[in-house]
């Protein structure tokens, strides 16, 4: 395998101002937001524990419309509630849970429009949303997933290459207006406004997952009297960290699974594990079946949405994933980097905090959404023993 660098080439701007593009400059959009108000942290905001690689929550105050809605919603299900005290046994409902086997997920219809998706996929069911581009080289069909409260989703950036507009097809099939506020072109990612104030998806991060884990993913497809409906895809994850070969995103992580088919697949669409949660969307549509991990959609979009780019910490070294087990196998460190005199040629980093490194692509793309000067600890195999060993990181060239 040719070594593949674990950040992007530090020779030219690339990784700072080239590696994002604006389109818009609201300044609500900018500056500093107040952790507690944001869906991702940086590792400098939290503890490097095992509880930080699994669920991002989410914060912020609500809309007064959404609490509005929120108490009438309270009030019904206070109804609803008393109505099943009073109503004989068999009349309430039963409960369904998922199964482990992913070819055996149930699936449910849900109402109006005849959905089939299965029960624990309804909540990010509700925070998808499909996209349209009109482009130089034709129309578009994308999908997005909101990632923060007032209709900010993320998407990928390639297919908007050539943006002439961009429209927000509604479930009843209107048409609305939606427009890209930052794209970075490192990742792949897009941060794209819509007018609907849609629920936050459910995230996860991907450092539990094995291959093997029961997945699905979620598709919108048009109906024929042209609302949307959401189909889910049962599957199974087939391998983690794997290098994204191609594209923009080249060098990046990717999610690979077999739910990824033929039926109305987008960029975009969302892979879920067996609990409803989104660890993955699509990178790009057709037969591919590779997904950019939760961790740098959210991690990019927080940092588009606080800075409108991306400013990632730099450790300095060059590698390729270390063969049999896995793991960043350091091959070269640069001149002046932050690695040097802590890693050593031949050592293989297999763990930053308590989040396991797969790969050199992993390693590349958890560094990519760390801030610089976050100080971090890496566990490194040297031939047969574990240290940890912590360092620094710095500004990126």
Not at 28 to 35: A, F, K, N
Not at 118 to 127: I, L, V
Not at 231 to 237: F, L, P, T
């Amino acid at each position: 395998m040719t070594p593949t660098p674990q950040e992007p080439p530090e020779e030219g701007p690339e990784t700072e101002d080239s590696g994002s593009s604006t389109y818009g400059s609201d300044p609500s959009l900018r500056g500093w937001i107040d952790p507690d108000d944001r869906l991702w942290r940086h590792p400098s905001e939290v503890a490097m524990g095992a509880d930080r690689a699994a669920e991002t929550r989410l914060g912020g105050i609500r809309h007064p419309r959404t609490m509005i809605l929120i108490g009438a919603a309270a009030t019904l299900a206070a109804i609803a509630w008393a109505m099943v005290l009073i109503s004989p046994a068999s009349d309430q409902p039963t409960a369904t849970t998922a199964s482990d086997n992913a070819p055996e997920i149930p699936l449910t219809t849900l109402a109006v429009r005849g959905e089939q998706v299965p029960s624990s996929a309804e909540a990010a069911g509700r925070s998808v949303v499909q996209l349209e581009a009109d482009t130089t080289h034709g129309v578009i069909a994308l999908a997005g997933v909101a990632v923060a409260e007032g209709g900010l989703v993320a998407t990928t950036a390639n297919g908007l290459t050539g943006l002439q507009s961009l429209w927000m097809i509604g479930t009843d099939g209107r048409r609305s207006r939606a427009s890209v506020l930052y794209t970075d072109d490192s990742s792949d990612l897009a941060l794209i406004s819509v007018p609907d104030d849609l629920s936050v998806a459910p995230f996860s991060d991907d450092a539990t997952l094995t291959a093997g884990s029961a997945d699905m993913t979620l598709s919108l497809t048009a109906l024929t009297d042209g609302t949307m409906a959401l189909h889910a895809e049962a599957g199974s994850v087939t391998a983690i960290g794997a290098m994204i070969g191609s594209g923009p995103a080249k060098g990046m992580p990717g999610i690979t699974s077999t739910a990824a088919s033929a039926v109305s697949q987008e960029a975009g669409d969302p892979l879920l594990d067996k609990q409803g949660a989104v660890i993955g969307i699509l990178y790009a549509a057709g037969t591919s079946s590779t997904f950019l991990p939760t961790q740098l959609v959210l991690g990019v979009a927080d940092d588009l949405r606080s800075a409108g780019r991306v400013s990632h910490g730099w450790l300095g070294v060059r590698g390729s994933t270390a063969p049999g087990s896995g793991g960043a196998e350091v091959e070269q460190l640069m001149a002046g980097s932050p690695a040097t005199g802590m890693l050593a040629p031949g050592d293989v980093v297999v763990a930053l905090g308590s989040v396991p490194i797969r790969s050199m692509a992993d390693l590349r793309g958890r560094l990519y959404v760390t801030a610089p000067h976050t100080k971090i600890q890496l566990s490194v195999l040297e031939g047969a023993t574990t240290h940890s060993v912590d360092v620094t990181l710095g500004a990126s060239p």
